[in-house]
């Protein structure tokens, strides 16, 4: 396991931004923190980065207990450039903190440059840049030393959608690379780009999974039957049935209370004589899921 966090809370004076989070990543995972304004994100991000002391709570990475910051990328949500430099020289800049050796660090800049689509902007001064050419050109700064997890401030949110498809491509290859860990408050960004999904509200855990686990989550034993015939009463009376809520006398959406009722359902049907039109799974949209996840 790259990172383990174990029951990490942070207060600030009375108010708990962090309650008891409990995570891990391993070395090729891209994951998502997902959660509404004031979730805890940021602050979570901030510890594990280094820049935050925690209140309690452990973070091990590699396997030991302090956070090598040599290992990690830190985009913020909110990155203070220096207008003046070029986006050549902000590398230049980022790579002498890093402490790249000199011989090396040309060669990367310019890898980072054409990594983020920079090299026809290379020598032109950030304060011209468009938002988008920013945050590649801040992604280019995290990864410059060649981190082992990279961790992403809300890194695609102020972005219009050109600017977004942009940097989640960058993500999606970066994550060949390294591990990622990064905060969203859209779930569609996360879909684009992770495996797994934490989700945070309150500043706690509200559910952690990956897609398919998300997708699936009570979404499984959902069918939509069409038949030919009106179904009515008769179906209500069968108790494997859990919910049914009628279209028409012959469509209707069902729970059903296991995966297997499916056949008995299909059984039934035919034993009855009824000419099935329709008979689909109804996974609820993703976007369903987590809106339940995070009203409970
Ligand atoms: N330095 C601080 N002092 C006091 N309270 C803070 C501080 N930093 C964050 N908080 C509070 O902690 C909670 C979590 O904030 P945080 O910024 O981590 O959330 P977030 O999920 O990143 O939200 P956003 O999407 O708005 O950035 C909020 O209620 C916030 O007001």
């Known amino acids: 396991m790259l990172l383990t966090v174990e029951k990490l809370t942070k207060k600030f004076g009375v108010h708990t931004a962090v309650e008891q989070l409990d995570l891990n990543i391993k070395g090729n995972e891209c994951v998502a923190l997902l959660g509404p304004n004031g979730a805890g994100k940021t602050t979570t991000l901030q510890m594990l980065a280094g820049l935050l002391t925690p209140t309690s709570g452990n973070i091990r990475f590699g396997g030991k207990e302090n956070i090598d910051r040599r290992f990690i990328g830190y985009l913020p949500q909110y990155p203070a450039f220096f207008s003046w430099m070029s986006a050549k020289e902000y590398l230049e ?10 011989k090396q660090l ?3 800049i310019e890898e980072m440059l054409s990594f983020a689509g920079l090299e026809d902007a290379k020598n032109k001064k950030i304060g011209g840049f468009s938002g988008g050419m920013k945050q590649r050109l801040g992604l280019a700064q995290a990864m410059i030393h060649e981190p082992k997890l990279l961790i992403l401030d809300e890194p695609v949110s102020a972005l219009d959608p050109s600017g977004r498809r942009d940097v989640l491509e960058i993500m999606n290859e970066l994550k060949k690379r390294m591990a990622i860990l990064f905060s ?7 879909e684009q780009v992770c495996d797994e999904i934490i989700m945070l509200k309150g500043g706690r855990m509200k559910w952690s999974g990956n897609l ?26 069968k108790d494997y049935i859990a919910e049914c809520s009628f279209s028409s006398p012959s469509l209707v959406e069902l729970r059903l209370r296991n995966s297997d009722d499916r056949n008995h359902l299909l059984r039934d049907c035919m034993a009855k004589g009824f000419t099935i039109t329709q008979f689909a799974e109804n996974g609820r949209t993703l976007e369903d899921a987590y809106l339940e996840l995070m009203e409970q």
Do not use: C, Y
């Open 93 to 102: 800049f980022a790579g002498r903190l890093s402490q790249i050796p000199k």
């Open 106 to 108: 040309k060669e990367k």
């Open 184 to 190: 969203t408050h859209v779930l569609h960004d996360a």
């Open 212 to 237: 398919v686990d998300l997708r699936n989550i009570r979404g499984e034993n959902r069918v939509i039957l069409e038949t030919k015939e009106e179904m009515g009463e008769w179906l209500r009376s």
